[in-house]
């Protein structure tokens, strides 16, 4: 365990060294500084009639917390894809195995470490953007920390696939085949909803295999209920005849059933990345 | 087995150095931050690191440089720095691959006289060379590998299969010299020069005082010897 521990805490060292954090926090407070603008005017601006802006409220936090989910899809994916094919090509990997530590302990330990690094990022961004949104406008989502963590989950779910992948292709390709399903996986979620609306039921089973395969979209759409208040969906689905075909309303939480296949697909897919990488040849 | 335990054993692979032909450290640490990390790696009781990081740097001659960040260091440096790291905890069993690549005569000898320490301290020194001058230089015995498979092992001397011979620059010599001293080996002229091939160990003095009996001036001689250079392109069949 403490080989984990210590490629762990090297793996959020050289994030630090290498002004990785640094990058995040100034792109994090310039995008939670301008969306604190964007909710101020958005609620005091009076173009608005308070009803109106009790709607457009919700909805501007799930499209801020869209974006900060997709950075956070972005970043596993690159640092996923770095963590451990570059390092083999540079051969700094050959210099670390060589010492008492088992393959797996190593891969384990650089999870570990990119994942608390998602951890710590996640929690700070949505701390802060609950902050400056509840600051600056008033309005308080329904459970923002059990939207953060399915965010956080998203990321660590595509961080393990990245890191599978890495295992046996080039950085660039891990990286990319990540966020290509990424792209996909979230637009298989939108083609499920409009198939839901518009009753397709091929696309919707498409759209439901989808979600089990790469669980990014299932966790985002947790994400959006527990951000949106049930008030606001109640009133979405009157306006709206077509209500359900809306990619940012979710209707219900995330089902137990999901969640718990979630930690089974991360466990496996992590599993195979062990086996995988302790194959390999270096 | 290695060591007594099967290959892969982690207990065993405390006691092992390893310093790979191509590598590269963490460019964003410093030198002294690589060795700690390969303590904490090697599971080195923590009060001993920083005594055993400034023990590495001193051995490899890097001292004064190991708050210096790896990613500025030539890659000799690299390689004195890996060469440190290899020999952290002082091991029983070393394997050097190619630990003089990149390094200049200097850096070569430097390296040459640690693995005659680590052999004085009764450590195993598996060094991987293309240099064959250098398993001279340092190897007590050799392996001769061509395509993964191993054509040759053993001492020097056991490998250096052809006998000495001596190359002389000879005046004087009376006409039908080669028959009385025939007995000393297979004598042939190139030049201004004779050669005498395939002659016991030690009859070089024997030899020119031979010569002189007969009348003839010893203006030069050159002992020869095989060097492991010829064994192996004997071996590879290239000669």
């Known amino acids: ?282 | 087995m290695v060591l007594g335990a099967p290959a892969g054993d982690l207990q065993t692979r405390r006691q092992i150095g390893y310093l790979p032909e191509l590598f590269r450290f963490q460019s964003w640490l410093t030198a002294r931050e690589v060795l700690v990390l390969h303590c904490r790696l090697m599971r080195m009781p923590r009060p001993g690191w920083a005594a055993a990081a400034d023990e590495a740097l001193h051995v490899v001659g890097l001292d004064g440089r190991g708050d210096d960040k790896v990613g500025t260091f030539s890659k000799g440096m690299q390689q004195r720095l890996g060469l440190g790291v290899a020999l952290l905890g002082e091991p029983a069993l070393v394997v050097l691959d190619e630990p003089t690549s990149a390094l200049d005569p200097v850096g070569r000898h430097h390296v040459r006289v640690i693995i005659r320490e680590l052999r004085d301290r009764g450590a195993t020194v598996f060094l991987n060379t293309h240099l064959l001058e250098e398993a001279e230089h340092v190897c007590d015995r050799v392996t001769i590998l061509s395509k993964g498979r191993s054509l040759a092992t053993g001492t020097l001397a056991e490998l250096k299969v052809r006998r000495p011979s001596a190359r002389l620059r000879v005046t004087g010599l009376p006409g039908g010299w080669w028959r009385r001293l025939a007995s000393f080996g297979r004598w042939t002229e190139q030049g201004d020069w004779l050669l005498v091939e395939e002659m016991a160990a030690g009859r070089v003095p024997e030899l020119v005082a031979a010569i002189v009996a007969l009348g003839g001036r010893v203006e030069a001689v050159i002992p020869e010897q095989q060097s492991l250079e010829e064994s192996f392109l004997k071996l590879l069949g290239e000669t």
């Open chain 1, 1 to 282: 365990m403490s080989a984990v521990l210590t490629i762990a805490s090297l793996t959020m060292r050289e994030a630090v060294r290498r002004r990785l954090v640094a990058a995040f926090a100034v792109i994090s407070i310039v995008l939670v500084g301008a969306s604190g603008w964007a909710f101020y005017k958005l609620s005091h601006g009076g173009a608005f009639t308070s009803g109106e802006t009790n709607l457009a409220l919700p909805q501007a936090v799930v499209l801020f917390m869209f974006m900060f989910s997709f950075v956070v899809a972005l970043s596993a994916s690159a640092v996923g894809s770095l963590a451990v094919s570059s390092e083999i090509d540079s051969g700094v990997l050959q210099t670390v195995v060589a010492r008492p530590v088992r393959r797996s302990e190593v891969l384990l330990g650089k999870w570990l470490g990119l994942a608390g690094l998602l951890g710590a990022y996640t929690a700070i961004v949505s701390g802060l953007q609950v902050a400056v949104v509840y600051w600056t406008s008033g309005f308080v989502e329904p459970d923002p920390a059990a939207a953060a963590a399915l965010v956080f989950a998203e990321g660590v779910v595509l961080l393990t696939f990245v890191l599978l992948l890495s295992t046996r292709l080039s950085a660039l390709a891990a990286g990319v085949i990540g966020i290509a399903l990424f792209g996909l996986a979230w637009l298989a979620g939108v083609g499920g909803t409009l198939a839901t609306a518009f009753n397709i039921h091929a696309l919707h089973t498409a759209s439901e295999v989808s979600q089990y395969l790469l669980p990014t979209n299932g966790l985002w759409q947790g994400a959006i209920y527990y951000l949106e208040p049930s008030s606001f969906v109640t009133q979405q689905l009157a306006a709206s005849p077509v209500g359900q075909g809306d990619p940012f309303l979710a209707l219900a939480a995330p089902p137990w059933q999901y969640l718990a296949w979630t930690a089974v697909w991360l466990v496996l897919i992590l599993v195979l990345g062990l086996v995988s990488f302790d194959r390999r040849e270096l």
